[in-house]
Every structure is written in structure tokens, then in C-alpha cells.
T-cell receptor
Framework: KAGVTQTPRYLIKTRGQQVTLSCSPI?????VSWYQQTPGQGLQFLFE???????NKGNFPGRFSGRQFSNSRSEMNVSTLELGDSALYLC?????????????FGNGTRLTVT | EDQVTQSPEALRLQEGESSSLNCSYT??????LFWYRQDPGKGPEFLFT???AGEEKEKERLKATLTKKESFLHITAPKPEDSATYLC??????????FGAGTRLTVKP
């Protein structure tokens, strides 16, 4: 079974630009979550999508947004990039419904904002 | 507020030297405690889920245990390939996963 796939692996952007990251979950998984990982803050929850609906949202500004398609693939978008947005962005999928279940992570997209 | 605290931040062991990593949590109504391993440049890899106090799970040289306030990840006779950052996490009220800061384990040959 193929794992979670994230593209691209690396991105370099300039302040003020916007960026779109892509995630393909494990086949059959309907829940997709996004996390930001930085050395100072660790892993922080951005949002979760289930069946094309945003089910939960973390404490991030509105510049961070996402969506999920009917095939469960997901994208996240960051607009008006700031230097502090430099991080590893991780996507995770899980196969269950509302009960907590293990997350299966991709290898992330490393975003550098200059 | 739901919190997860891991200790130590970093741990250096000689190959074969057993030790334990700690994860303490405060959450209203535990719905599972999850352990992950993360290698540099990669996403976290799921290891174990523990659901109730007294539960234990084992995988190769790793054994995870759970009490009402904390979990331990015991590493028996570690090898250099066990070097990684180990993360624990609990589901928060809105179902997002709340992660600890991790323990960075280095095993020297």
C-alpha cells in the first residue's frame, strides 16, 4: 500500500508570495490533517479535512487555508508569506471517522521563505 | 488545556545501554496515547497506540507502557539504528493530535 505522498519536497519562496502544497493520502483514508513543524514550536496542528469538509482548525491566521477533493487528496495554501512561515509542513491521513486513530505522515514539504 | 511534556530533551546512549523516555500528559478524558519515531528529513512514523492505564505494547527493542498520568518508552539494548526523535501525542478536545516536543535519542556504537 502506498504511503502518504507530499509534493513538492522543497520550496523556496519570497516574502509576500503565496504557495500551494499538495498531499495524496493513503488509499481509502478519508481524513487528512496538516501540521507545521518548526524547531522552536514543534508540531502544531493546522487543520483537518474529512470528506471534503474542514472538520477542525488550529490556531493559525487566515492566511493558511486548505481544501480536500472528492478523491481525498488535499491542498493547503499560504498567502502573503512571512519569514516565520519557514517550516516543514506535514500532511497525515487516517482511516477512521471521529474516533482518535493513528496518523500516517508523509515526508513533508520543506518551505523556506526569504 | 491539554498538554504533553516529554523528557529528557536529548539522550545519548552506548549501544546496548537500556533506558526509558518519558511522556507526561494532562488531558480531560484520555482517548489514546500515541508514540511516533521521526528520522531527520522524514515525517513521523507511527509506533504504538495505548488506550488504558496498565496497557503495554512491544515492537522489537521498544516497549511502551501507560499509567494515568504518563507513558514510558523503554528501549532495551538499543542499536545505532534506533537513533531518532521519539514523539508522543494525545488527541485534544477538538480531535487534533497534541504532540510533545520529542526526545532526541542518539545511540553510539
Amino acid at each position: 500500500k502506498a504511503g502518504v505522498t507530499q509534493t513538492p519536497r522543497y520550496l523556496i519562496k519570497t516574502r509576500g508570495q503565496q504557495v500551494t502544497l499538495s498531499c495524496s493520502p493513503i488509499s481509502g483514508h478519508r481524513s487528512v490533517s496538516w501540521y507545521q513543524q518548526t524547531p522552536g514550536q514543534g508540531l502544531q496542528f493546522l487543520f483537518e479535512y474529512f470528506s471534503e469538509t474542514q472538520r477542525n482548525k488550529g490556531n493559525f491566521p487566515g492566511r493558511f487555508s486548505g481544501r480536500q477533493f472528492s478523491n481525498s487528496r488535499s491542498e493547503m495554501n499560504v498567502s502573503t508569506l512571512e519569514l516565520g512561515d519557514s517550516a516543514l509542513y506535514l500532511c497525515a491521513s487516517s482511516g477512521s471517522g471521529r474516533e482518535a486513530s493513528p496518523l500516517h505522515f508523509g515526508n513533508g514539504t520543506r518551505l523556506t521563505v526569504t | 488545556e491539554d498538554q504533553v511534556t516529554q523528557s529528557p530533551e536529548a539522550l545519548r546512549l552506548q549501544e546496548g545501554e537500556s533506558s526509558s523516555l518519558n511522556c507526561s500528559y494532562t488531558v480531560s478524558g484520555l482517548r489514546g496515547l500515541f508514540w511516533y519515531r521521526q528520522d531527520p528529513g522524514k515525517g513521523p512514523e507511527f509506533l504504538f497506540t495505548l488506550y488504558s492505564a496498565g496497557e503495554e505494547k512491544e515492537k522489537e527493542r521498544l516497549k511502551a507502557t501507560l499509567t494515568k498520568k504518563e507513558s514510558f518508552l523503554h528501549i532495551t539494548a538499543p542499536k545505532p539504528e534506533d537513533s531518532a526523535t521519539y514523539l508522543c501525542a494525545v488527541p485534544a478536545d477538538n480531535n487534533d493530535m497534541r504532540f510533545g516536543a520529542g526526545t532526541r535519542l542518539t545511540v553510539k556504537p
